[in-house]
């Protein structure tokens, strides 16, 4: 089945599979933009088709598995694929040392859908309404904890002494809030989109793992022969009363341009890699958005990629997204193990929508609760330069919370 819906019926089909405990995958392009967003699709009938082994560590091995996967699965009928890469999952392509994986939660995981609903074209933007009861969320730690504002503060200061010794350009410290798993996933997800209009919105229904998403960064589209990558740096929380200036100021900020021109330098050398010489082109910079509360900085990079190269190539050669790793990207990835207590798992690496055709869009996991077992976390954090101030970084940081923190007093 391969048919066109509209959002209403995605939502029910969504919530029918959920009671009935059944894998799926409801991706949502709530803005329904022609460019920026995937459309709006609900992929069922999943079955998993390959995750990464844990010794798996080279970018030939890893690309040459997943192009078998695809293979495999499309001759067989596979309406599209759903794809999860964690952020742990940089082992398997630039043999970087990581933490161990969250849970258990393989670092790459493969599932092909036997049948697709989508929304029609002029129905993307459709309304996934919020639920009629105010939501409550169960925490399990003290938000904004003294020990947690000391670690971060010290992290900060640890990264500009790295900056300062040539060892980096910038780096991305985050940092995880712990939950009690929701008792409805469905009433959340439709909270969480509702106050947050983004074009990557995901709730995904595995048999030990959920994701819910209001991702509105795009980490790289594959269409025909061009590839795409949209990072966004920079941000400015949003008060309803004074957004057209926070707004102005988020797009002069000479700090945040300084710091989204950093990721796309390392985004221009990414396709470069697996693009046409001289194909590769900034072309756009510095576009400020808004989503829900806060403001957002974006650039988009495209490029021609090589004859006999495919999406996969892309992602590898992309892989992880410079956006949440900082610059040099390795080097970052290295601190981050220093710095970070724990794994991300997919927060910080991406999710991706393969079409038979070879069609690709894949968004960067952020704004997202993850849901392991008895486990819930949702995590923050932001990118750090040579002149980012430790408090103003903090007040960033939690800025990104607003998603979840707006649905009640918490």
Not at 109 to 131: D, I, N, Y
Not at 198 to 217: K, N
Not at 240 to 252: K, Q
Not at 338 to 359: F, K, N, S, T
């Amino acid at each position: 089945m391969n048919t066109a819906a509209s959002i209403a019926e995605m939502r029910y089909a969504a919530e029918r599979d959920y009671a009935a405990a059944k894998s799926f995958a409801c991706l949502v392009s709530k803005r329904g933009h022609p460019d920026l967003g995937r459309r709006s699709l609900m992929a069922s009938t999943l079955a998993l088709e390959w995750h990464s082994p844990v010794n798996l560590s080279d970018a030939k091995q890893t690309t040459d598995a997943l192009r078998r996967t695809a293979s495999r699965a499309f001759g067989r009928g596979a309406k599209g694929l759903l794809v999860l890469v964690t952020h742990e999952a940089s082992a398997c392509f630039d043999h970087i040392a990581v933490h161990d994986d969250w849970l258990g939660l393989p670092r790459i995981q493969v599932w092909s859908a036997g049948a697709v609903l989508r929304t029609l074209g002029g129905e993307a933007g459709g309304c996934w309404g919020p639920p009629e009861s105010p939501l409550r969320v169960e925490r399990r730690e003290d938000l904004q904890s003294s020990l947690l504002k000391d670690w971060h503060t010290q992290s900060v200061e640890r990264i500009h002494e790295a900056i300062a010794s040539g060892r980096l350009y910038q780096l991305c410290l985050t940092f995880p809030v712990q939950f009690a798993p929701p008792k409805n996933p469905a009433a959340l997800f439709a909270a969480l989109l509702a106050g947050n209009p983004v074009d990557h919105a995901a709730w995904i229904q595995l048999p030990d793992f959920s994701l819910l998403s209001v991702s509105p960064e795009r980490f790289l589209s594959v269409r025909g022969r061009e590839a795409t990558l949209r990072p966004m740096k920079g941000t400015r929380r949003l008060d309803g009363v004074s957004d057209d200036r926070r707004t102005r100021e988020l797009a002069e900020s000479i700090k945040d341009r300084a710091e989204n021109v950093m990721i796309v330098d390392l985004a221009r050398n990414d396709l470069s890699r697996v693009c046409v010489a001289g194909s590769v082109r900034a072309e756009s910079l510095f576009e400020v958005e808004r989503y829900g509360r806060v403001a957002q900085m974006s650039s988009t990079i495209r490029g021609e990629l090589r004859e006999g190269l495919d999406v996969w190539d892309a992602l590898a050669a992309a892989f992880p997204p410079g956006s949440m790793t900082g610059a040099p990207k390795i080097e970052a990835c290295r601190m981050i193990r220093e710095l970070e207590a724990g794994p991300r798992g997919l927060y910080g690496g991406v999710l991706g929508w393969i079409e038979p055709d070879g069609a690709a869009e894949f968004s960067v996991v952020i704004r997202s609760m993850q849901i392991r077992g008895d486990e819930a976390r949702w995590d923050i954090g932001g990118g750090i330069v040579h002149d980012s101030k430790a408090e103003s970084e903090w007040d960033e940081a939690w800025a990104k919370f607003s998603a979840l923190r707006n649905l009640e007093s918490i």
